[in-house]
């Protein structure tokens, strides 16, 4: 049982990074996904979080219009989308699963000119 997160990286500010967070060993599209980020000094905290059913999504007020989660089931992998970053935006971004108690080992993000 494994969560695997990709896709961080450097990028300026206004620009876009999607991060993907691969399932293993458990089908991802029956539990409810969330994407969480830490930034140095700082607590971790919730930035979305997507349904299984249904797939509602919610989001943190700092990030709402500019960050989509998603899911592909056929992947079994889950999706944030990130536009419009800014640099306070960089953080470690992990993903979760809180039924089953997994998070992947994170990403990193950093916005930056």
């Known amino acids: 049982v494994q969560l695997v997160e990709s896709g961080g990286g450097l990028v300026q500010p206004g620009g876009s990074l999607r991060l993907s967070c691969a399932a293993s060993?458990?089908?991802?599209?029956?539990?409810?996904v969330s994407w969480h980020r830490q930034a140095p000094g700082k607590e971790r905290e919730l930035v979305a979080a997507?349904?299984?059913?249904?797939?509602?999504?919610n989001y943190a007020d700092s990030v709402k219009g500019r960050f989509t989660i998603s899911r592909d089931n056929a992947k079994n992998t889950v999706y944030l989308q990130m536009n419009s970053l800014k640099p306070e935006d960089t953080a470690v971004y992990y993903c979760?699963?809180?039924?089953?108690?997994?998070w992947g080992q994170g990403t990193q993000v950093t916005v930056s000119s």
């Open positions: 997507i349904s299984s059913v249904g797939g509602s999504t």
């Open positions: 979760s699963v809180g039924e089953r108690g997994v």
């Open positions: 060993g458990f089908t991802l599209s029956m539990y409810a």
